[in-house]
């Protein structure tokens, strides 16, 4: 167990609704990735949080959209869904410092189906 | 543009048969190495991370090793719960987010 935690673990939806996905670091840590992972591409980087506040972005569409909470918890928010956005999504969190190398652990993912 | 390849895709080993995975990267400035072990459906589960070329780091039947352009993940006779798809990925300077390979699917027979 990273303790990363992550709900729902699993999410069927219909094309063109929206839905959020939900993300609680470990306790003290400041930072907060998310991923998803599809058959062909592999783990892919979308968006990066520390402290509340947007630090990078990765191959993000813009019917994406992310925030961290006060309580650095994050919510990944996925609109207009098209069949293609079915994947895993994982959130990952590494410790306070920000430093380029820190670890990133990982929760145990939500997979989205969109049917 | 960034690159991590990794090699096989697919490994079959029966139990106790030992061998190695490859992982080959092209990036400026590499900051740090990472591995991962993923069993179907779960979330990446850290290994281990090397920062510069000759570390090497070990963790009960695994090896990892980093040169200038490659890392390789040992594997000291596996054992069928070392079954799992092991990733590589790596940070680059001036960044934070891991760029990772397509992984090496291990599957040890007993």
């Known amino acids: 167990d990273s303790g990363v935690t992550q709900t729902p673990k699993h999410l069927i939806t219909a094309t063109g609704q929206r839905v959020t996905l939900r993300c609680s670091p470990r306790s003290g840590d400041l930072s907060v990735y998310w991923y998803q992972q599809s058959l062909d591409q592999g783990l892919q980087f979308l968006i990066q949080?520390?402290?509340?506040?947007?630090?990078a972005k990765g191959n993000i569409l813009e019917r994406f959209s992310a925030q961290q909470f006060p309580d650095l918890h994050s919510e990944l928010n996925l609109s207009s869904l098209e069949l293609g956005d079915s994947a895993l999504y994982f959130c990952?969190?590494?410790?306070?410092?920000?430093?380029?190398?820190?670890?990133?652990?990982f929760g145990p993912g939500t997979r989205l189906t969109v049917l | 543009e960034d690159q991590v390849t990794q090699s096989p895709e697919a490994l079959r080993l029966q139990e106790g048969e030992s061998s190695s995975l490859n992982c080959s990267y092209t990036v400026s400035g590499l900051r740090g190495l990472f591995w991962y072990r993923q069993d179907p459906g779960k979330g990446p589960e850290f290994l281990f991370t090397l920062y510069s070329a000759g570390e090497e780091k070990e963790k009960e039947r695994l090896k990892a090793t980093l040169t200038k352009k490659e890392s390789f993940l040992h594997i000291t006779a596996p054992k069928p719960e070392d079954s799992a798809t092991y990733l590589c990925a790596v940070v680059k300077g001036g960044s934070e987010k891991l760029v990772f390979g397509k992984g090496t699917k291990l599957t040890v027979n007993p």
């Open positions: 949080y520390y402290n509340g506040e947007e630090r």
């Open positions: 990952a969190s590494s410790a306070p410092s920000g430093a380029y190398t820190d670890t990133q652990y």
